[in-house]
């Protein structure tokens, strides 16, 4: 648990420093995105600034501590092989959404296929660039840093908590009758945890929870986080083409099945992915790998 929350209070203190700048950044009239879009970029900024410094002092700059470790063909031919993995993962939830009426399609009022076409390449490019980004920080750094010092399960729960807790942990928007100032940018920044912790919240969480499990059991038993990334890819990928293709239909009788996060992950994919997660890791044939720093 230590290193967890070394992780933890690195990125709080980057949370942090983005919500002492929102206010003066928002006051100079140079930007005009909303300001809970501006605290959370300017977390992201000091999260990738600080972060390869951060990694150093933990001992993890290298290949084989952030999940690089093996040879680099074999790590595309699994990130290539996992994207399709989680193609077809996520593939059968969203069929399954639709099958029981809880997705419906969208009306793409002539958006077809130019819009489409559109969607899919951002779908390919962002699910790529959030795999490499995520996976290297929680099934890599994180990962190897628990693991060094503990079990299998300890290194599975810490990065699964940890990468659900954070999904929530967002900046935002206040309400119309209070001032954004000083005052109104730490509001907002206190208003990250209390948002996260929201019952509300326990569908998507628990099957983001489940998503980093598997995640992680593919980071135990390959050695290497090739197939992570594309299976991470591969989901966000299905994600955002089906929230393009589909909308949610509230009025159907299964809509519980899922979440208020993005309207596609929800109770029946904690089933479905935990499912996965159990069959995969009782698998025949697939030993754990072994290395010396994971």
Request: hydrophobic letters at 55%.
């Amino acid at each position: 648990m230590r290193a967890t929350a070394v992780f933890f209070l690195y990125l709080l203190v980057c949370l942090m420093l983005g919500a002492s700048l929102t206010y003066p950044v928002m006051q100079t009239g140079l930007v005009h995105a909303a300001p809970h879009r501006v605290m959370g970029r300017l977390a992201e900024v000091f999260i990738l600034l600080g972060l390869w410094p951060f990694l150093k002092s933990m001992g993890l700059g290298h290949r084989q501590a952030l999940g690089y470790g093996t040879a680099r063909p074999l790590f595309l031919r699994a990130l290539g092989q996992g994207w399709v993995a989680g193609l077809a993962i996520l593939l059968v939830l969203a069929l399954a959404l639709l099958a029981l009426g809880v997705r419906v399609p969208a009306s793409l009022d002539g958006g077809w296929p130019g819009g489409l076409a559109k969607k899919i390449l951002s779908a390919l490019v962002g699910g790529l660039l959030i795999g490499f980004l995520e996976e290297t920080f929680f099934r890599g750094a994180l990962y190897a840093a628990i693991r060094r010092r503990g079990g299998i399960a300890s290194a599975v729960f810490w990065t699964a908590f940890l990468y659900a807790l954070l999904h929530f942990m967002k900046p935002r928007s206040l309400p119309d009758e209070i001032a954004f100032d000083w005052a109104g940018a730490w509001r907002m920044f206190a208003e990250t945890f209390t948002n996260a912790l929201q019952w509300k919240n326990l569908d998507s969480m628990s099957a983001l929870a489940l998503a980093g499990v598997f995640l992680a059991l593919v980071r135990e038993r390959t050695g290497h986080i090739g197939w992570c990334i594309g299976l991470h890819a591969g989901w966000v990928f299905v994600i955002q083409v089906t929230r393009y293709l589909t909308v949610g239909n509230d009025a159907s009788p299964y809509a519980f099945l899922t979440g208020g996060y993005d309207g596609v992950i929800g109770w029946l994919a904690v089933g479905w992915i935990g499912a996965l997660a159990v069959g995969y890791w009782g698998w025949p044939g697939t030993a754990p790998a072994r290395t010396a720093d994971r």
